[in-house]
């Protein structure tokens, strides 16, 4: 780890269903093996060349992340499997694993590593999203708890993620000081927000300190879709624990592989992107 880092661990949450990978989309037409794999929402392991989280994984590499933690459904996943075999591979790093027995959101997916969380700060980040290494390396050097906050324009520009969806994200309201006071879902009017002229917008990238496992345990789950969410589990640490999170800006954008239409366009975005590990030669795909 860099002297100057606060951490090079990162818990990365790939337990959930994958529902809207799942989805049929009218029209488009997929090879049959990415096919299989969509069909069973394994995201991590569309093949993007080499699976995409092999991409995501390699990002933080380059970012001096050298422990990780992989949440992963229940039973023998093909992506447990897959990440078992690679973690034999890696020569200057750990790759461990935490189950979530049901999908109930992602901070219950990040409670259940717990364990392998301790005492000490860690990252956590999607398993569908691509980082540039900058953005986590900023995060990683940052006084933890803080969050990365992507400006929304430069998170358009750089991105694969339609412009009318980034607009619908979750705004950051952050203080004079550069502490987030609040994530906001569906501001009435986002531009409110706007620090400097530039509007700050949260993607569940965070360095946290194990007092969100307090959170976790304390919070109720989301009124419409009945999980237990990350975002809430940090404002009530901010509200009830006193928490202060940093806000992290960046100005790069993120890779987003949450549906089948997204598959063209991250395919395309990181045909130049080297995975340097080695992997698995065949993947099992039940």
């Known amino acids: 780890m860099n002297k100057t880092s606060t951490t090079d661990r990162a818990m990365i949450l790939a337990g959930g269903l994958g529902t809207r990978m799942q989805k049929q989309v009218e029209g488009l037409t997929l090879d049959e093996s990415t096919t299989k794999i969509a069909d069973q929402g394994a995201k991590g392991l569309i093949p993007i060349g080499r699976p995409f989280l092999d991409h995501t994984l390699q990002a933080l590499l380059d970012a001096g992340c050298r422990d990780f933690c992989l949440i992963v459904p229940a039973g023998a996943s093909a992506i447990r499997k897959y990440y078992e075999a690679v973690s034999e591979q890696l020569a200057d790093a750990a790759l461990d694993f935490a189950v979530q027995g049901e999908p109930l959101g992602t901070a219950h997916a990040m409670a259940c590593g717990r364990d392998w969380a301790g005492d000490r700060p860690f990252m956590v980040f999607n398993s569908d999203n691509f980082y540039m290494p900058r953005t986590v390396g900023d995060l990683m050097a940052a006084p933890a708890p803080a969050t990365v906050a992507f400006e929304r324009e430069s998170l358009i520009a750089g991105s694969n993620i339609p412009a009318e969806r980034i607009r619908r994200f979750a705004v950051m309201d952050i203080d004079a ?33 194990p007092e ?75």
């Open 177 to 209: 000081s550069g502490h987030v006071k609040r994530i906001v879902e569906k501001p009435d009017d986002p531009d409110a927000y706007a620090v400097g002229g530039k509007l700050y917008l949260s993607m569940n990238c965070f360095l946290l300190t």
């Open 212 to 286: 969100i496992f307090t959170a976790c345990d304390s919070i109720d789950p989301h009124p419409q879709r009945n999980e237990y969410e990350l975002p809430t589990a940090v404002q009530y640490s901010i509200e009830k624990l006193g928490l202060t999170y940093t806000a992290v800006p960046s100005a790069e954008g993120v890779l987003d592989l949450t549906a089948r239409t997204d598959i063209a366009s991250v395919r395309k975005l990181l045909s130049g992107h080297k995975v340097r590990f080695s992997g698995p030669d065949h993947l099992e795909i039940g």
